[in-house]
């Protein structure tokens, strides 16, 4: 199956958008290149080593390789993803104030009841439960993979607390300083206005009840959490405070901080913990992490969680698989993003025909993520398929299948000179009171290993800087 | 700021300052107990270090008898020690990092450089040559940390916090090598040691790198009260108790203006940097230096449990 590399196309010719990439890379000598990605790694070691989480021996390891070829999208193909980002993020928030609310779209039997009430990721907590400006998804990733010059498909909606924006914006400012002159030459659309348009955003999402300069905090897990780096990026570049659980209590259903003259009144938690572990008296009990309280502040209405509390079922890939009758029945329009097709093994007629052909398919568990947890067909063992077959037959409501998609390749530099790799996207769309935002790009990922179709960071993935051209 | 944040301000400091006492008490009592016995070179130095390190307690449960290398290896890195020095840098180090935003990279830098460096010593046996080399290390961490703090912090309460750390630290640290060599700087009058104590008075000046001064300041051979004098009284000199109090007040002031609130810990600071101002080391003598050190070292961890109460909880 051949793959449509977004440099030469399926036959070679190179495309308008990568010409200049392309002299670039034909003209550059070798040893300038391999300098550059020398000085590009001392770099991110630097701001790694700066902000800790690379420093130590274990999580060097960790450090996320990046490639120094960036990966070119023209203005008019982000012109349509980002018409159909909003879109699609707008029908998420709609959906889900439906199905925590009078649950329209069950009625109009868009999808089975039982997807939702038997969903593990369906929060009964919130069920009836207003939030601030009646929204939910306020920071989403949506994964986007590309299969020919026309289309993208998205692969899965991110509606929890989805993390790699800050290589986004790392990985665009060491392109900035090791390749001016390619600057020069192309006109590419900023994404360090991020920071900014987050803030933004998380201010606007303040409660009815809050002053009228909202205190915004970041809520991490601490510093031993593997995205700890990224929190505190985001906290120093978004001038917020980086708290912890314990910096947090609630007094009259009010969350206050403790800070060095007295308790502060906190007002929208950007919260990079997940629902289980953020208030030990409403979830998890064992949790440490989280704030007692916080969730009889949050139903009080005086403080904004985002993302909202109960997101997570529409990260589910069985509700994915609705996602284009979700689009279509909130906003009337037809989807401007595809989805990939995909088969739900709680059909029966779907299960069989997933049964006979496991060895073309990729299956993947509704609620799974980071690439755990999924069978790639083509590239699994006998013995692999037999477990998933196995699997299947006794929790066949556990998974969805799809067909192997062949994913858009890049060029990227590997040990033997510059060779297509898989790549995909996942751009940053954010929603607050006063509209959507959604900075042109996002983290293109890629799969370092040839042929791999995995781009996790936690399976051997690279990033590499995304260049949205200005038309 | 958070509670938090001025917390591990406030303790990173702490810890540095400590670490390199900690490797100013190594390297002045290496050079005494090198001496000959008849200049008062003794092994009971080691014994002595010890306990100047805050260690009496807990280094008889894990060795025998106090040695050059048993003494080194507990005060720099014996997991044993929760004050050695490896663990002072790491607990620092996991202090900063967790509220790496408020300090500068410069800072961070210092300190993560210097944790990175601890880890080549892992699992090494060190030869007397090695450790002369971690301790010039640990003293060049506390200039590097102390300076990048100086040179690059915000003059706010986050540089205020951190500097109270410093100073709190330091006037325990020189209270606690009165404490322990008290009895060799009693008055004249008394003659406890005799000219043998002369290499134990030049030792105290080399823990708090006061020997040079001492000349400049007295202009004259060492005296005993003098040293006690220099120590206790002197504000020209860094680590004296006077001068560690004039900081501490300082500080304290700046964030009670800033914060349009005075308390308990000002008036406590305050209260002390009057009795230093206004006493004389013969006073001292007259109510006895051992039992004004004691109070000393008490008020001041009082006045360390009132900052805490007041500010970081």
């Known amino acids: ?180 002159e390619l600057f020069a030459q192309h006109r590419v659309a900023p994404v360090e206005n991020y920071p900014d348009a987050l803030l933004a955003t998380l201010r606007s999402l303040a409660p009815r009840t809050a002053a009228k300069d909202p205190n915004v905090v970041l809520l991490t897990p601490g510093q031993f959490n593997s995205a700890f780096y990224e929190h505190s990026f985001l906290a120093d570049k978004l001038g917020i405070e980086l708290v912890e659980g314990s910096d947090l209590f609630v007094r009259d259903e009010v969350v206050y901080m403790r800070t060095t003259q007295g308790p502060r009144r906190v007002d929208v938690i950007y919260r990079r913990i997940d629902d289980d572990y953020i208030d030990p008296l409403a979830f998890r009990a064992d949790s440490v992490l989280g704030v007692p309280g916080l969730i009889s502040a949050y139903k009080a209405g ?94 066949p409501e556990g998974f969805i299948a799809q067909p192997t998609l062949a994913l858009s390749t890049c060029p990227t530099f590997v040990a033997s000179g510059v060779a297509p790799r898989h790549v995909d996207l996942r751009p940053f769309v954010l929603t607050g009171s006063d509209g959507i935002r959604c900075v042109p790009g996002g983290l293109t990922r890629v799969a370092l290993k040839d042929g791999s179709l995995v781009v996790n960071s936690s399976q051997g993935g690279g990033t590499k800087d995304t260049w949205v051209l200005d038309a | 700021m958070l509670s938090r944040t001025a917390d591990s301000l406030y303790w990173v400091s702490r810890y540095v300052e400590r670490a390199e006492y900690l490797a100013r008490i190594l390297e002045a009592t290496t050079r005494l107990s090198n001496l000959p016995s008849s200049y008062g070179g003794a092994a009971s130095e080691w014994i002595s270090a010890v306990k100047t390190a805050g260690c009496g307690e807990i280094f008889p449960q894990h060795h025998d008898s106090a040695t050059e290398s048993s003494v080194h290896h507990f005060l720099c890195f014996s997991p044993d020690n929760p004050s050695s020095i490896r663990n002072c840098i790491e607990v620092a180090r996991s202090n900063a990092r967790a509220v790496r935003t408020a300090l500068t990279s410069e800072m961070w830098d210092a300190l993560n450089g210097a944790w990175l460096e601890l880890k080549k010593y892992d699992g090494k046996t060190l030869t007397r040559d090695d450790y002369g080399r971690f301790i010039e290390f640990v003293k060049a961490l506390s200039l590097t ?37 008290y009895h060799v700087l009693l008055p004249e009058t008394e003659k406890v040691g005799g000219s043998l104590d002369y290499f134990q008075w030049t030792t105290i000046l080399r823990e708090v790198s006061a020997l040079t001064a001492y000349h400049w300041v007295y202009r004259e051979s060492i005296k005993p009260w003098l040293v006690a004098d220099l120590l206790i009284f002197n504000r020209q000199m860094p680590r004296s108790l006077a001068s560690c109090y004039e900081n501490i007040s300082r500080f304290l002031d700046a964030i009670g203006d800033a914060y349009s609130r005075q308390g308990p810990a000002q008036r406590m600071a305050r209260k002390t940097l009057s009795t230093l101002a206004s006493r004389k080391i013969t006073d001292i003598y007259d109510h006895g230096l051992h039992e004004f050190i004691t109070d000393f070292i008490n008020d001041n961890n009082r006045l360390g449990s009132t900052i805490s109460e007041q500010y970081l909880v």
Request: glycine share 8%; charged share 25%.
């Open chain 2, 145 to 181: 940390f102390d300076g990048s703090a100086y040179r690059t912090m915000l003059r706010s309460d986050a540089y205020w916090f951190s500097r109270l750390g410093v100073y709190v630290e330091r006037a325990d640290n020189t209270a606690r090598i009165l404490d322990v060599k």
């Open chain 1, 1 to 180: 199956m051949a793959a449509f590399d977004e440099m030469s196309g399926f036959d070679g010719a190179t495309r308008d958008a990568y010409a200049k990439l392309e002299t670039w890379l034909k003209t550059t000598p070798p040893e300038e290149f391999s300098t550059r990605r020398s000085q590009a790694d001392v770099f991110f070691r630097r701001i790694g080593i700066t902000f800790a989480v690379y420093g130590d021996e274990q999580s060097t390891e960790r450090l996320i390789p990046f490639d120094i070829i960036p990966r070119v999208i023209t203005g008019p193909e982000w012109a349509t993803l980002d018409r159909g980002l909003r879109q699609r993020v707008t029908a998420l928030n709609m959906f889900l104030k439906d199905i925590y609310g009078p649950k329209e779209c069950l009625k109009a039997g868009i999808m089975p009841d039982d997807l939702i009430y038997r969903n593990a990721g369906y929060c009964l907590q919130m069920i009836n439960q207003p939030v601030p400006h009646d929204l939910y998804v306020h920071i989403a990733g949506i994964d986007i993979v590309r299969v020919d010059a026309d289309n993208f498909y998205v692969l899965e909606d991110n509606a929890r607390t989805p993390s790699g924006v800050s290589y986004m914006l790392e990985n665009r400012e060491v392109m900035l300083r090791l390749f001016p």
């Open chain 1, 302 to 395: 005086n403080v904004t969680l985002t993302n909202a509390v109960g997101t997570g079922i529409s990260d589910d890939k069985a509700v994915y698989s609705y996602m284009p009758e979700i689009v279509k029945f909130y906003t009337g329009e037809e989807p401007v993003l595809k989805n990939v097709p995909t088969f739900r093994c709680r059909e029966p007629d779907a299960l069989n025909y997933v049964l006979n052909n496991l060895g073309d398919l990729v299956v993947k568990e509704v609620n799974g993520s980071g690439g755990y947890g999924m069978l790639v067909g083509p590239h699994a063992s006998k013995a692999q398929i037999e477990t998933f077959r196995k699997k299947l037959k006794h929790e």
